[in-house]
């Protein structure tokens, strides 16, 4: 009794808070927007999904926002997988001292660290500053408003995010592993490619996963960092909402989005439960 | 061929601190030689550079007449079977089994044929396509031990080989090791902990300590004549009495010592002198226990009381103790079935044992 009221208990959330909400969005992507309060009618068209297709900014942007995400995710793997399996394999003392620094930044609101990076990559800021006495340029770079400041803040805000469910794999994994690989005629880089990387995979794709969904939709970051040419998909959705005060059409971009994450997620779901099938 | 792995003077020093310490060691093809330690004497780490996983810090090693000492370990002619089995988690037995040929591009006809061949070695036939979560530990280690074979080496390494296993299995895989050692004809090198292990498998023993070898010799050698108390202590348990040399005669030395309250005779090579204080050693089943007096004179005879005994079933444990306060263990068979115990506590006995049961010992 107990232990299913335990279990439901976070489906009776989900339920109140995701998926009721969910519906209502949806309802609204179909309406029509109106002055007034609601600003939407009550109709059914799918009139809002038929404009999304046919103008082709939006098009544009989803791609824009993909690519960006998948970038920033995969600079986050190339640059976590190094950290995390250095991690894995320090002492006990300094792995623990080690992660809460890669834990740390959180202590401090997301939005003040973002502010954070626009003082270091102004025109006068410190980057530029540093560099202009340093002599190694003699006028100020544009880093800010840039597809680099974005990244940037893509990069640092999310690579914890990549850096943790790897640690938790690698740190699982059993050196004897790669010796026994090595034993049997492998060399380095072989045995980590046979051996290492297998084993690592749920926490590549758990990091993946955690690293590009937000990236995807993000709105501060490129909306701080990014200049006013990168328009991303978090941006329209908050012009749409509550500069034009269009309803109807920012829900209905809400619902591509939210489409355009659920296939890749699926797709490495059944590709992760298959690799356990392998396993299992 | 005589001498084929050679050790010469190997050390591997981590910091200040030297694991393995100018060691030197020859094992002859076809043997089965066990390193036999405590915790932390280096054992491992010699096996290690056998392997070819650390690099001496000083000295060589040959195998087979090559100097492997810098020879990665995918280029050497050796296999390992590890203490935790490393079995790749996320291959099939089959897989497992095959990992080793398909790095040397062995093509795949030969693959099939020599897996198969390994399957039936480890009797693993029925469970080819097994992932290594759905074997049993035993299992897995046979897993791991045809991974070692499959590419036919000059030497396999086994490192505690049956340390985590249970008893009964234990025993079985004991002698499966040896039929298969026996089979192949490959130089087979074991490090234990385990004295019982190393007996039992093994042609001979270096028995490690503090980075050196305290003595390397024959089971028979090293259980009979410990070189010094630190394999006497090691291997079995052993009763040591402190004595000073009164004569060195034909027959043995003869030591007094007060501890004892007798004069003991004891074999041995060592060079001593008269008046030398030494220890002479007896194991506990070298000791008959008798609630008489002994007639043979030739025997030590030592009067004591029964201070503690335990029952094991095939054989009881006495703790003897003398009019010294000296305690001796004593070990005897259980030969003849009774429900009345033979001795009680505090019981007056006498112990004895033939003169050439007991050994020489030098720190």
Known sequence: MWKKALIAAPYLWLLLFFLAPFAIVLKISLAEPVFGQPPYTHTVSLENFAFLFSDKLYAITYLRSVFMAACATLLCLALGFPMAYGIARCGRATRSLLLMLIILPFWISFLLRVYAWMGLMNNYGTINSLLLWAGVIDQPMQLMYTDFAVFVGLVYSYLPFMILPLYASLERMDLDLVEAAQDLGASGSRAFWDVTWPLARPGVIAGCLLVFIPAIGEYVIPYLLGGPESLLIGRVLFDEFFVNRDWPLASAVAIVLLLLLVVPIVLLQRYQSRDQENTA | ?363
């Open chain 2, 1 to 363: 061929m005589k001498d084929f792995i050679r050790i010469r003077g190997i050390s591997k020093h981590f910091g200040d601190f030297a694991a393995v310490d100018n060691v030197d060691l020859t094992i002859e093809k076809g043997e089965l030689f066990a390193i036999l330690g405590g915790s932390g004497c280096g054992k491992t780490t010699l096996l290690r550079m056998l392997a070819g996983f650390e690099t001496p810090t000083s000295g060589t090693i040959e195998i087979d007449g090559v100097d492997v000492t810098n020879q990665p370990p995918y280029e050497r002619h050796v296999n390992m079977m590890f203490q935790s089995y490393a079995v790749f988690p996320h291959m099939s037995v089959e897989k497992n089994i095959a990992y080793g040929l398909r790095k040397e591009r062995t093509p795949g006809k030969e693959i099939a044929k020599r897996v198969d061949e390994m399957l039936e070695l480890v009797q693993l036939g029925n469970f080819r396509s097994r992932k290594p979560d759905q074997l049993s530990g035993g299992q897995r280690q046979r897993v791991a031990l045809a991974r070692a074979l499959i590419k036919r080496p000059k030497v396999l390494l086994l490192d505690e080989p049956l340390a985590a296993l249970d008893k009964k299995l234990r025993e079985r895989t004991q002698f499966e090791l040896m039929n298969i050692q026996d089979e192949l004809g490959v130089t087979f090198v074991v490090v234990t902990h385990d004295q019982e292990e190393a007996m039992t498998l093994s042609t001979r023993i270096a028995v490690m300590d503090n980075g050196r070898f305290q003595q390397i010799g024959t089971p028979k050698e090293i259980y009979e004549f410990p070189a010094n108390r630190f394999v006497a202590e090691f291997i079995g348990t052993i009763n040591t009495f402190k004595g000073r040399v009164a004569a060195v005669a034909d027959e043995g030395i003869k030591v007094y010592s007060t501890e004892a309250g007798v004069t003991l005779t004891a074999l041995g090579k060592q060079l001593v002198e008269e008046g030398q204080e030494i220890e002479v050693a007896v194991r506990p089943e070298k000791i008959f226990i008798s609630k008489e007096k002994p007639e043979s004179d030739d025997d030590v005879c030592i009067e004591g009381v029964v201070d503690d005994l335990g029952y094991l079933g095939n054989r009881s444990l006495y703790r003897i103790r003398l009019e010294s306060g000296k305690i001796v263990q004593v070990s005897s068979q259980n030969r003849r079935r009774s429900i009345t115990r033979f001795l009680e506590w505090e019981d007056k006995v006498w112990i004895s044992w033939r003169a050439g049961s007991a050994v020489v010992l030098l720190d």
